[in-house]
């Protein structure tokens, strides 16, 4: 098995010296010879120089592209990857030492990604990604069907091409599983962060996800409660400006997105309906009891939660509860949940593969 990190950067040179210096601190004993960096300089004004080598030895290819191409710089450098395996990094995020990347040899065929483990720097988890989303900072996906599948869509930019390229996978056929045997640190730095065009971007990125693969049953409903959602965000974050444009180029884009709607029950895999539905029955069905739900309100899965727990009898309340339930689908704000209530039902479980060879 052999392993190809994959980055890009732009115009974050100190940045990215911290996250190299990280990178080449880790125990490569086992990735020397199988594992390289691909490093892809998003035409960052001065451009980036790198050393041949990491300090652990492990090998550094570092492409230059003329024009900034966001997440999408990932395809180029896949194109020259030489791993089976390639793990996505942003140049703020960087492996752990305690990884154990032979895990990712031990994952049946079906699984064609698999999300990791992501630590923020106080000790928490990343947010974002679902049951079969990974978080883009902190993921392997298989070379050949990255690939097949394109990549990533250039017209995102930046944010949701995550959830765009797993609904294809999950069309194609495809799994993604989450491992903890694969661990990542994001510090999430501030440079050339702006909320209000992060919102934008969610919002819109977001809304192109649903137009292009969301049942037409569901399709109104979906984008309703994701125009919502983002809303409750904005107003949270003092970011509505971002939020009105992003709408304002929903208005503008959104009939330009070929629609490939999921089936039903892929769509429901790819919401995290399906991994819910089953925990849940899992945990109630013949026994339906008073539950709470712990977590904010606004979480990602929450509704779908909840309207699974409704439809096994059982009543949500905030006190006399027979159980606890953990309010969300992401995997990173799950397991901080967790953390604090390490009784509670989770509506979904990260899949550890049984070895089947040393």
């Known amino acids: 098995m052999a392993i190809s990190f994959i980055m890009p950067t ?11 210096t990280r990178i080449g601190a880790i125990n490569a004993s086992e990735m020397i010879g199988c594992c390289e960096l691909l490093i892809v300089d998003n035409a960052s004004d001065t451009p980036v120089e790198t050393p041949a080598h990491l300090d652990n030895g492990i090998p550094i290819k570092l492409l230059r ?7 999408a710089a990932r395809n180029i450098a896949a194109i020259e990857a030489e791993g089976d395996w390639l793990v996505m990094l942003d140049d703020d995020s960087s492996p752990l030492s305690d990884s154990n990347w032979r895990v990712l040899d031990q994952f049946d065929e079906e699984i064609g990604a698999v999300g990791g483990e992501i630590f923020l720097p106080a000790g928490d988890h990343e947010a974002g990604g679902l049951p079969e989303v990974f978080v883009g900072c902190g993921c392997a996906i298989r070379k050949e069907l990255f690939l097949e599948l394109s990549g990533y869509d250039a017209a995102f930019g930046y944010y949701a091409e995550e959830y765009e390229f797993c609904a294809g996978l999950i069309q194609s056929g495809y799994r993604v599983a989450h491992t903890r045997s694969i661990r990542f640190l994001h510090r999430k ?8 065009e992060i919102i934008r971007r969610l919002v819109r990125n977001n809304a192109w996800v649903m137009q292009r693969y969301a049942p037409d049953a569901v399709l109104s409903e979906e984008l309703e409660s994701l125009l919502n959602r983002y809303h409750m ?3 949270k974050e003092n970011a509505i400006a971002g939020y009105e444009r992003g709408r304002k180029e929903i208005e503008q884009t959104l009939h330009e997105q070929v629609r490939t709607p999921l089936y039903p029950e892929l769509w429901d895999r790819f919401t995290g309906r399906a991994a819910a539905r089953n925990a849940l029955r899992a945990a109630f069905a013949s026994r339906p009891v008073p539950v709470q739900v712990v977590g904010s309100a ?10 699974e ?17 953990i309010g969300t689908l992401s995997p990173g704000p ?25």
């Open 309 to 325: 727990l409704a439809e096994l009898g059982c009543d949500i309340v905030d006190q006399g509860a027979e159980s606890i339930v």
């Open 334 to 358: 799950m397991l901080d949940l967790l953390a604090d209530f390490p009784d509670a039902v989770v509506p979904w479980a990260f899949e550890e593969p049984v070895p089947t060879h040393p």
């Open 233 to 235: 965000i904005a107003r």
């Open 189 to 196: 730095s501030a440079v050339a962060r702006d909320f209000n």
């Open 10 to 20: 732009r115009n974050r040179h100190q940045v990215l010296a911290e996250t190299l």
């Open 298 to 307: 606004q979480a990602k899965g929450r509704g779908i939660i909840e309207s």
């Open 65 to 71: 592209v003329d024009v900034n191409m966001n997440t």
